[in-house]
Structure formats: C-alpha cells, structure tokens
C-alpha cells in the first residue's frame, strides 16, 4: 500500500518520501488476487498494462486437495475484454513493477532500512524519526501516511486502537508449486459438484 499511494501521490505531481525497514522488497506470500475496484485503481496508477502482462488474466478459481479432487471454487466474473478484469499477480511483483514506474518521478524517493520509530506533530509540519543503519534520522513533512501493515507501529504512536478479536489457532500457509495436469480453471468449475 505504501509504494501504491507514494506512486500516485508522486504523478499527482506531490513530492513524497516512503520509509520501508527492510533492506528491500518483502518476497513473503501475501495478496495475489486483484478484483474490480483494486483493478480499477491499479489503472488509475497507471501499472495495469505492466501488472496484466506479468500476471495471469484468469477468470475462475478453485481449492483443491493434493489428489486434484476440488475442495471449493468461484466464478470470479470474467468477461472477456472488460478492462476489469481480475489479474492475479504476487504481492512481490506487484511491488516491483510500482517500483520500476516509481523511478520516472524524482519527486519520489524511497528510502531502504529506515524503520520508523518515532512521530512528532506540531501545527505546522508532522516529524518522523527512522531508525537507519547510520544511527536515527529525522525527516519532517506536512502529511504522513501510515501504510505498515497490521502490526502497524504508526497506528501505535498515534494511538489507534485495532479493534477485533484473535483466533484462538494458528492458520498455517504451504506455498509450493503442483502440476495439475493442465486443467484449466475453468474445467474445474464445470466439474464442481
Ligand atoms: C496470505 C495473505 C494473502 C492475501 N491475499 C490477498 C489477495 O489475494 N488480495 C488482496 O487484495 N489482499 C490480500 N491480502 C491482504 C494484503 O496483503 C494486505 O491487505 C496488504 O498487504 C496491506 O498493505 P499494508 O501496506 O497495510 O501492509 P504490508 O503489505 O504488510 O506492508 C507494510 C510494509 O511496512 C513495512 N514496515 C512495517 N513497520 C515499519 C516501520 N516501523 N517503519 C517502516 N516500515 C515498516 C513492512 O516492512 C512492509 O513492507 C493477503 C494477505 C495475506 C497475509
């Protein structure tokens, strides 16, 4: 989210800076699937030709156990042609293509390893202090975005409260690649009980 809004403040012609703490882009699984209104936006970034020709344009999906036999699918809408059409693309990639359009705006700047720790707001300008491998930095602006996640440590110095409850189990995800023979999605809808 933090790469998305600094792409389309940066065309807004907005000067911007992004603080990310890791050394660079976070290749764990995460989103994968965009539908109408995220396709939407991702046109509006200008990213969606990119995005469309590294993923896939498919229009159903489905669960299946290791054996092929389907657990549970959907019709996600496809309609051929249509500009919002799902795409499903990782997380990683997406981010990566963002990135590289990032670099047409000098506007926008990303800084690698700045973790943030610290907010300070006054009437005027908000400051924020990044926790660098060159010890901590300042930076101070007129806006700041908090766009870091769940765990969100913005969220936290601003006081925010994250409202919900907690599953009382852990939901674990394999990620690995299975060959199914070449069934196509769709195939697997018609076939579903
Ligand atoms: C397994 C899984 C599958 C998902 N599938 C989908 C899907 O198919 N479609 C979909 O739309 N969504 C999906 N989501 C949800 C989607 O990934 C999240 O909604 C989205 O990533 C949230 O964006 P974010 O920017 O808030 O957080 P993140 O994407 O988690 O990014 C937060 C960033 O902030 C950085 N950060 C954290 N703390 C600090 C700090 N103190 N200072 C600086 N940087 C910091 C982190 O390193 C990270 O890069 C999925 C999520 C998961 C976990």
């Given at each position: 989210m ?5 792409l389309r403040?940066?065309r807004?012609?907005?000067k ?5 703490a890791?050394p660079q882009?976070?290749?764990?699984p995460?989103?994968?699937v965009y ?6 936006e991702?046109q509006r970034a200008?990213?969606l030709?990119?995005?469309r020709?590294?993923g896939?344009q498919?229009s ?5 156990k290791?054996?092929?036999e389907?657990?549970a ?6 309609v ?11 997380q990683f ?8 359009h990032l670099?047409k705006?000098?506007?926008a700047k990303?800084f690698w390893n700045?973790?943030?720790v610290e907010?300070?707001?006054s009437?005027e300008?908000?400051t924020v ?8 930095k300042k ?5 700041v ?8 440590t913005?969220r936290k110095?601003i006081?925010v409260?994250?409202?919900g409850?907690?599953?009382p189990?852990t939901?674990?995800?394999?990620v ?7 069934i196509?999605c769709h195939e ?6």
């Open positions: 933090g790469t998305f809004v600094t403040l940066a807004a012609g907005i911007v800076l992004l603080f990310e890791d882009p976070n290749s764990a995460r989103a994968a539908t109408g209104p995220s396709v939407f991702l200008g990213v030709d990119d995005v020709a590294l896939l498919n159903d999906v489905c669960w299946r290791a054996n092929g389907i657990i699918g959907l019709d996600r809408g496809f051929p042609e249509h500009p919002l059409n799902p795409v499903t693309l990782d990639r997406l981010e990566t293509v963002i990135l590289k670099e705006y000098p506007n990303v700045h973790k943030v907010l300070e707001d009437a300008f908000a202090t990044c926790e660098t491998v060159d010890g901590p930076y101070t602006s007129g806006y975005i908090g766009a870091d996640g769940g765990k969100s913005v110095l006081d409260k994250f409202e409850f907690t599953w189990f939901i674990g995800i394999l690995c690649q299975l060959s199914v023979n070449k196509s697997c809808l018609l076939s579903l009980p």
